[in-house]
C-alpha cells in the first residue's frame, strides 16, 4: 500500500493553466471526493487515460472548473494511480484546488516523490530520474539533447553493458573454483585481461566526458578576472545581454563579486565579475580583491582579461601565476584602442587567447568558440553515454579503480579469487551508479535536490 500524495506540478505564477498531480493507492478515490464531473460519472468509472470536465469544491463550495485526467496503474508517470487536475492557472486558485485534494485525503507531496515513487515502481532508473531533473534545468538545445539521451537509458544501457561483460566473467570463475570436478574450462589469463582492458577503456572514456557533459547539462562556474579597468565588466555585461555591472573608466568600480547566469553557445556559464587584483590601501577594496581570488580557485573555468591598449604589469602577471594549470581563456580587450600590450608572452602563457572589444561586441563569435573548445562541448556527442552528476562520477571511478586492481592481481599472479573480488566490487560500483543496488541515503539525497510536483 502507497500513501496518496499531491502537490502543484506547475510554477506557482500566473498562467494559462495550473495542474495538480495526485498519485497514490486511493488517487482516485481523492480526487473523486474533490471534483465532480459535468457527466456525473465517477472518476472511478473512467479508464485509463481518459479525461472529464467537472468542477473542483472545498467546503460544499465550487472553487474552479477543469479537467481530471485519470491514469491508471502501472501505466502512469509513477507507476501508481495518477490523476492530473488542470485548473484554471492563477497562483490563489491552484492553491485553493491543492488545499481541496488534500482535504479530500492526500498527503503533500515531498520533493522529488513523484519521480521518486517512479523509480522504487521500476519505471526508471536512477541515471534516468536525474535525466529528469536535467532535462527541466536545460537552458539550450545541447543540454536538452543530453538529457533526453540519458532520460532515453544510453547511461543505463552502457552500464548494463559493461556490468554483462564483468558478470560473465565472475560467472565464469567462480563456477571453476567452485566446481572443480565439472571440468569446466578455466577462463585463460589472456582472455580476462581482454576482458577488463575493454571495460577500463569505455569507463575512460566516459569520465574524460564528465566535464563537458556537465557543462552543458549543469552549467560551469566562470570567474572573469583581471586588473581594475581592463574591461572585466564590460565583458560580463556583454556576454549577459545586458548592463548588469557598472562600468566606469576609474579602476577599481567593482569591489564585490557580481554573478549573473548566462548562456554562451551550447554552454552554460555561471559568471561571477570580480574585483580587480591589484594591493590597495581601501579595505574594502582589499576585501573585494580576496573575494576575486577565492573564486578563481573554486572555478571551472577563468576568463583571464587584459587590456591590449597598456603594457602588462606586476598585477596582470599575478593573474598569470593565479591561473596556472586551470581551465583558461586569455582575454585581450580593447581591440578599437592601438595596440601596446606584450601578445606573444600572453599567447605563450596561455593556450586559448582571443581579441575583442567588450564595448563594441567584437569579437564575441571567436570567444564563444574558444569557451566550447576549451570545455570540451564542441566534440561531444550528445547521442551517446555520458555523466552528468557527480555522483554518477563517483560510482564510475570506483568501478575503474576496481578494475585497475583486478588487472594489477592478475599481473602479479594473485589467485583468482581475489581477481573475482575486484571484478565483485567494480560490478557493484555500476549498479549504483544506475541504482540497482544504491543505498536508501543515496536515492533519498538524489530525490531531494527535485522541485516539489515533480
Not at 487515460?49 to 509513477?78: C, N, Q
Not at 572573469?224 to 565583458?235: Q, T
Not at 599481473?411 to 566490487?425: F, P
Amino acid at each position: 500500500m502507497s500513501d496518496t500524495i499531491a502537490a502543484i506540478s506547475t510554477p506557482v505564477a500566473a498562467g494559462g493553466i495550473g495542474v495538480i498531480r495526485i498519485s497514490g493507492d486511493d488517487a482516485i478515490a481523492v480526487a473523486d471526493r474533490a471534483f465532480n464531473a459535468t457527466s456525473g460519472k465517477k472518476l472511478s468509472s473512467l479508464k485509463g487515460y481518459t479525461a472529464a470536465h467537472g468542477r473542483v469544491h472545498l467546503d460544499g463550495e465550487d472553487i474552479d472548473e477543469g479537467v481530471a485526467l485519470v491514469f491508471r496503474a502501472p501505466r502512469s508517470y509513477t507507476g501508481e494511480d495518477t490523476v492530473e487536475i488542470s485548473c484554471h492557472g492563477g497562483v490563489f486558485v491552484t492553491n485553493q484546488v491543492l488545499r481541496a485534494v488534500l482535504s479530500a485525503g492526500a498527503r503533500p507531496a515531498e520533493a522529488g516523490e513523484f519521480t521518486k515513487r517512479a523509480f522504487l515502481n521500476g519505471k526508471m532508473d536512477l541515471s534516468e530520474a536525474e535525466a529528469v531533473m536535467s532535462l527541466i534545468g536545460a537552458q539550450g538545445q545541447q543540454g536538452m539533447k543530453a538529457a533526453m539521451t540519458a532520460l532515453d537509458g544510453a547511461l543505463s544501457r552502457k552500464t548494463d553493458e559493461l556490468c554483462a561483460k564483468l558478470i560473465s566473467a565472475s560467472a565464469h570463475m567462480a563456477a571453476w573454483v567452485d566446481y572443480p570436478d565439472e571440468e569446466i574450462p578455466e577462463i585463460s589469463d589472456d582472455n580476462l585481461r581482454e576482458i577488463l582492458t575493454g571495460v577500463k577503456s569505455q569507463l575512460t572514456a566516459l569520465l574524460s566526458k564528465f566535464d563537458a557533459g556537465k557543462a552543458l547539462t549543469s552549467g560551469v562556474d566562470t570567474a572573469i578576472v583581471g586588473k581594475p579597468n581592463v574591461g572585466k565588466s564590460a565583458l560580463m555585461n556583454m556576454l549577459s545581454g545586458f548592463s548588469r555591472s557598472i562600468v566606469t573608466n576609474i579602476a577599481g568600480t567593482t569591489r564585490d563579486v557580481v554573478e549573473e547566469t548566462v548562456r554562451v553557445g551550447s554552454v552554460i556559464l555561471r559568471l561571477a565579475d570580480t574585483a580587480g587584483i591589484r594591493e590597495s590601501a581601501d579595505i574594502v577594496e582589499s576585501i573585494g580583491v580576496d573575494l576575486a581570488r577565492t573564486r578563481i580557485e573554486r572555478a571551472g573555468l577563468i576568463l583571464a582579461v587584459f587590456d591590449g591598449s597598456a603594457p602588462l604589469d606586476n598585477s596582470d602577471r599575478e593573474i598569470f601565476e593565479l591561473c596556472k594549470g586551470r581551465d583558461v581563456i586569455a582575454i585581450v580587450n580593447k581591440t578599437d584602442l592601438p595596440s601596446k600590450t606584450d601578445i606573444e608572452y600572453i599567447r605563450n602563457n596561455f593556450a586559448e587567447t582571443v581579441f575583442i572589444s567588450a564595448m563594441s561586441h567584437d569579437g564575441e563569435d571567436e570567444l564563444t568558440k574558444a569557451i566550447e573548445r576549451v570545455l570540451g562541448t564542441d566534440k561531444i556527442d550528445t547521442s551517446k553515454a555520458m555523466l552528468t552528476t557527480e555522483r554518477q562520477r563517483a560510482s564510475t571511478i570506483g568501478a575503474l579503480e576496481s578494475v585497475n586492481e583486478a588487472l594489477t592481481a592478475l599481473e602479479i599472479g594473485i589467485t583468482m579469487d581475489a581477481v573475482n573480488v575486484c571484478i565483485d566490487t567494480a560490478i557493484d560500483k555500476l549498479q549504483e551508479l544506475t541504482g540497482k543496488k544504491a543505498k536508501e541515503t543515496v536515492v533519498d539525497e538524489v530525490f531531494s535536490q527535485f522541485c516539489v510536483g515533480k
